[in-house]
């Protein structure tokens, strides 16, 4: 699976758009980007896939570039609850390939 | 709602003996995995399992074994524990769907190997 690069934190004010970009100039053509968060104490959580359109679901919206190297996580309006550590993982898909490789991951910090 | 339950939430074993992580899943998923996750280094896979009975190596197994006799149980095992096995302990569970498929994960297990 391709290598992904984050930023180990961020930060965000509360009510703003939160943008977390992701690196991935080694992604192949059968290969899709995951977003996941875990909050303090918790499991991850799965947010958001996409291969190359951008996706939109009730937590956040996925926008991947056109040569599909970076991806950017956008938090529409960032509250407390979303400070968490975001992991963007990219993943041949197709039976055999279910494990994810989590990286380090971005830290967001949601201030007040 | 779906749900992936860890037996214990924090545990504490000493050197050597034999520890039981069990982890149960109520969505009917195939695919079962055990993490561990340690500070810098992210979350590493140490098994999974397609299957009842099936099993595959992660990246980290060394020290570990599972078990999976029913498809909603997935028991990971230290025959010996050490103290390098002191980590936090994640179970995920998900479809096998080939494309797209999201993991559900449990809120964990604290292990401390003293």
Known sequence: DAKTTQPPSMDCAEGRAANLPCNHSTISGNEYVYWYRQIHSQGPQYIIHGLKNNETNEMASLIITEDRKSSTLILPHATLRDTAVYYCIVRVAGFGNEKLTFGTGTRLTIIP | ?114
Not at chain 2, 20 to 39: G, I, S, T
Not at chain 2, 48 to 62: A, H, L, N, R, T
Not at chain 2, 101 to 113: A, H, I, N, S
């Open chain 2, 1 to 114: 709602d779906v749900k992936v339950t860890q037996s214990s939430r924090y545990l504490v074993k000493r050197t050597g003996e034999k520890v039981f992580l069990e982890c149960v899943q109520d969505m009917d998923h195939e695919n079962m995995f055990w993490y561990r996750q340690d500070p810098g280094l992210g979350l590493r896979l140490i098994y999974f399992s397609y299957d009842v009975k099936m099993k595959e190596k992660g990246d980290i197994p060394e020290g570990y074994s599972v078990s999976r006799e029913k498809k909603e149980r997935f028991s990971l095992i230290l025959e010996s524990a050490s103290t390098n096995q002191t980590s936090m302990y994640l179970c995920a569970s998900s479809l096998i769907q080939g494309y797209g498929f999201e993991q559900f994960f449990g809120p964990g297990t604290r292990l401390t190997v003293l």
